[in-house]
């Protein structure tokens, strides 16, 4: 059955470091996702794309991240320079978009750790 | 304000009975509702998903109703094993557009052999 993959499964960094998330999302789907969840809290929505363009983003993703499709099957997000707060699980997810009804599929995770 | 809630504290039973984890949502009119499952450290792992008109959908041992006048979602899980133990979320789409989830806190299931 095919998967959203993500890499690294962990990263740490030093507080103000680039970070480059990366996602290989499900083959023929469409619209992409990255979410966050900081240790003990909810899964919270960052940002999702389409077509090349941001369609939505959160109030959390200002201008220190940013997202990419560097080619046709990756998809990552981008932190400039990274906060202690940024400490969280990254998860990329995919959707076909058949419908607005059709299933986000999610990767296992990036754990980010900003020391 | 806009809120999902589910039951934070763990929901502890024991193998083969049946589990039920609540969902209510406020301020949302949501066309569907998704569920998934967590391990600690993983990614969520969908489930079964409803739609406003359907009242009830199942998946195996897995049952999901949605009632739009309650604003609630009910999970349930029949003949539960060990295995089914993990932390529980559902998730809407706050603007039926297919742009993003918001998901609630979790209910965490804990199924003693």
């Known amino acids: 059955e095919p998967e959203v993959t993500q890499t690294p499964s962990h990263q740490v960094t030093q507080m103000g470091q680039e970070v480059i998330l990366r996602c290989v999302p499900i083959?023929?789907?469409?619209?992409f996702y990255w979410y966050r969840q900081i240790l003990g809290q909810k899964v919270e929505f960052l940002v999702s794309?389409?077509?090349?363009?941001?369609?939505?983003k959160s109030e959390i993703f200002d201008d220190q991240f940013s997202v990419e499709r560097p080619d046709g099957s990756n998809f990552t997000l981008k932190i400039r320079s990274t906060k202690l707060e940024d400490s969280a699980m990254y998860f990329c997810?995919?959707?076909?978009?058949?419908?607005?009804?059709?299933?986000?599929?999610f990767g296992p995770g990036t754990r980010l750790t900003v020391l | 304000s806009q809120k999902i809630e589910q039951n934070s504290e763990a929901l502890n039973i024991q193998e083969g009975k049946t589990a039920t984890l609540t969902c209510n949502y406020t301020?949302?009119?949501?066309?569907?509702l998704q569920w998934y499952r967590q391990d600690p450290g993983r990614g969520p792992v969908f489930l079964l998903l409803?739609?406003?008109?359907?009242k009830e959908k199942r998946k195996e041992r897995l049952k999901v109703t949605f009632d739009t006048t309650l604003k609630q979602s009910l999970f349930h899980i029949t003949a539960s094993q060990p295995a089914d133990s993990a932390t529980y979320l559902c998730?809407?789409?706050?603007?039926?557009?297919?742009?993003?989830?918001?998901f609630g806190g979790g209910t965490r299931l804990m199924v003693k052999p």
């Open positions: 997810a995919s959707r076909a978009g058949t419908g607005n009804t059709d299933t986000q599929y």
């Open positions: 083959s023929n789907h469409l619209y």
């Open positions: 794309f389409y077509n090349n363009e941001i369609s939505e």
């Open positions: 301020n949302y009119s949501p066309a569907y």
């Open positions: 409803i739609r406003e008109n359907e």
């Open positions: 998730a809407l789409d706050p603007n039926n557009a297919g742009n993003m989830l918001t």
